[in-house]
Structures are given as structure tokens and as C-alpha cells.
């Protein structure tokens, strides 16, 4: 069994597939694992931040932000039939915001349960101490004096994102291959759930070939 792509939604599912007694062999093209995607992230875990943006507000804001040079969102001038299909089917989806909504703080909720439990039986523990809080306090605190800058690496996430904003979890057109993508902004929020979802996929597309 062969997962691509070693960032947050490549290792879980592995691990899901690796418990369901599948070998398992993770490919990732570079060095280490977590180098792209899943780089630099904020590592949240909230249901509470599961919203979709399917939102007439945030059309709103996406158009005022592509006109700052420094906003949030940029986006590539150039016309492609892609790019506005893209946009085109995330317009479509405002109507389907609140359930949308609904089901993405669902499976945050359940992502959630997965990776405890999972954290519990491999002894890992992803509580942060009062002693390392303490300092990032401080340093908030005084406002960012002094910081010195000439080390600064460019880097940006490149997080796949569908257009209704919900994962892309299921089987292929071709055989035996199953996606696990899309997760945007909620990869860590939500890869451990997508993650035992397609290990069940596989599980009962396979059967008991864990070859």
C-alpha cells in the first residue's frame, strides 16, 4: 500500500491504514516529512474554526484584499478556465454555507476524538507548558523591539482547497486509488478523521489483502 505526500493528511492516514495491518510505504519527494503544506502551520486543532467561506462576506473581502499589495489573499491576474470554474463553483456553494458548516465542524469534532486517542496509545502529548507560555507573553508584550529581520525566509502554504471548501475524501476514477486532499486551512483540523475515513475505504474495497 503506497501513500503520497508525508505532511499531516499522508501520515495519518498511513498510521490508519498501518492499524488496519496494511503495509504501508509513504513516499514524500522531499527530505524530511511535513516540507510543504503542512510547513510552518499553526498546528490548530478547534471545531470552533471549521467555517467554511462560502459567504457573500467574504467575497466582499477577498475583492478589497486583492487590491492591496499586501493583503491576505493574491491571486494571479492571468485568466485561466480553471481559475474561474474554480470561482465560478465557490459562488455556487453560498447557499450551501450553514450546511456546509455544520458538516465541517462535524468531522473537526471527530478529527479531534481520533487524534487523542491516537496521541494516548503512542505517548504523545500535545499540551503546552505554563513555562513555555511565559516567554511568548513577555515577548508580545513588548511589541517586537529590535527584532532583527535579516534572516527572514520567504515561504507560503500552498494548501489545496476545494471550491465548497470540504475535503475531497474517497475513491478515484482508477483502480485502487483513493483521494485524501483538499483540506485547505483545516489540515490539522481535520486529517485525522478524512484519515480513518479512507482506511475504512480501503479496508472494505481490499478486504483482507494488506499486502
Not at 492499524?19 to 524530511?32: A, P
Not at 456553494?93 to 496521541?119: G, K, Q
Not at 502529548?125 to 505554563?130: A, G, I
Amino acid at each position: 500500500m503506497a501513500v503520497i505526500g508525508g505532511g499531516i493528511t499522508g501520515v495519518t492516514t498511513a498510521y490508519t491504514l498501518a492499524q488496519r495491518d496494511f503495509r504501508v510505504t509513504l513516499f514524500e519527494k522531499n527530505r524530511y516529512a511535513a516540507m510543504e503544506t503542512s510547513f510552518a502551520n499553526g498546528g490548530q486543532l478547534p471545531a470552533s474554526n471549521a467555517e467554511v467561506w462560502n459567504h457573500s462576506s467574504t467575497i466582499l473581502k477577498g475583492l478589497k484584499w486583492m487590491l492591496k499589495s499586501d493583503g491576505p489573499l493574491l491571486v494571479n491576474p492571468k485568466p485561466s478556465w480553471h481559475k474561474l470554474s474554480w470561482f465560478v463553483e465557490f459562488i455556487s456553494n453560498i447557499p450551501h454555507y450553514e450546511r456546509n458548516t455544520i458538516e465541517s465542524a462535524r468531522l473537526a469534532i471527530a478529527a479531534r476524538e481520533h487524534l487523542f486517542a491516537w496521541a494516548q496509545a503512542e505517548g504523545v502529548d500535545f499540551d503546552l507548558k505554563k513555562k513555555g507560555i511565559r516567554p511568548l507573553i513577555a515577548w508580545l508584550n513588548e511589541c517586537f523591539p529590535g527584532i532583527n529581520t535579516r534572516q527572514v525566509v520567504p515561504w507560503a502554504g500552498l494548501r489545496p482547497l476545494m471550491p465548497n471548501m470540504m475535503p475531497r475524501v474517497g475513491p478515484g476514477k482508477a483502480a485502487n486509488v483513493f483521494y485524501n486532499t483538499g483540506h485547505g486551512h483545516l489540515g490539522w483540523t481535520l486529517s485525522a478523521v478524512t484519515a480513518d475515513m479512507v482506511g475504512r475505504l480501503v479496508k472494505r474495497a481490499l478486504g483482507g489483502n494488506a499486502a
